[in-house]
């Protein structure tokens, strides 16, 4: 779909200003990018933004380490409503069994958009997990890791999924991945967001 350079520069600084503000702890600046109906759903969270918004804080505050990195960027517009997918590795560092490590998914985060008053606002965000790899921090050190707990994780998160948690988070199975029924279906309900749908897909489900 043919869109202006206007809107090209808007929604790509959209997708940044998420990344550096919500890493900074800038929360009042992070705000300002969801859209008054936003929607969250990630790993260990499925749900309004201004909750996400509260619990990033909070881990924030408490430590934990989970840094964003963003690559190619790609939107679709039809009139004030935009789908983004926006390349981004996520990074998290954290205590597994006592051993310090680094856990990096790539994908892509998948933006359904609408302009309003004040500009682009995200209405729902859905990453899409593609893959990722866990390494120890410290060379000399080993960690075993727990199979059965791994293999309970989609592929493209599953290594994500086990580091979240040890940490004592609880991670959501079923998110879409590079291929297969998730990830076609949010294809399905981006394109019906440009089409007009009143809402940008199942959030019941999503939040499930």
């Known amino acids: 779909m043919p869109m202006s350079d206007e809107d090209r520069v808007a929604l790509r600084e959209l997708v940044e200003n998420w990344a550096v503000w919500r ?3 800038d929360w009042e600046r992070f705000a300002g990018v969801w859209d008054a109906d936003g929607w969250m759903t990630a790993t260990w969270f499925q749900g309004p933004a201004a909750d996400f918004i509260a619990a990033s804080k909070a881990g924030f505050e408490n430590g934990v380490s989970i840094l964003h990195f963003l690559g190619g960027h790609s939107s679709d517009v039809a009139g004030d409503r935009a789908i983004a997918q926006t390349k981004m590795t996520i990074s998290q560092r954290a205590s597994v069994d006592g051993v310090e490590v680094d856990v990096v998914c790539t994908g892509r985060f998948y933006d359904f958009c609408r302009r309003g008053d004040a500009g ?17 921090v410290d060379p000399a050190a080993t960690l075993e890791l727990d199979r059965e707990l791994l293999d309970r ?18 991670v959501k199975t079923g998110l879409p991945g590079l291929t297969g029924e998730a990830v076609e279906r949010l294809y399905d309900e981006g394109a019906k967001w440009l089409a007009g749908s009143s809402t940008p897909g199942d959030l019941q489900r999503e939040g499930s």
């Open 23 to 25: 890493d900074a702890g």
């Open 120 to 136: 682009w606002a995200i209405v729902r965000r859905q990453p899409i997990y593609e893959k990722d790899r866990l390494d120890v």
């Open 153 to 170: 994780f989609p592929v493209g998160y599953r290594h994500l999924g086990y580091v979240q948690t040890k940490a004592g988070f609880t």
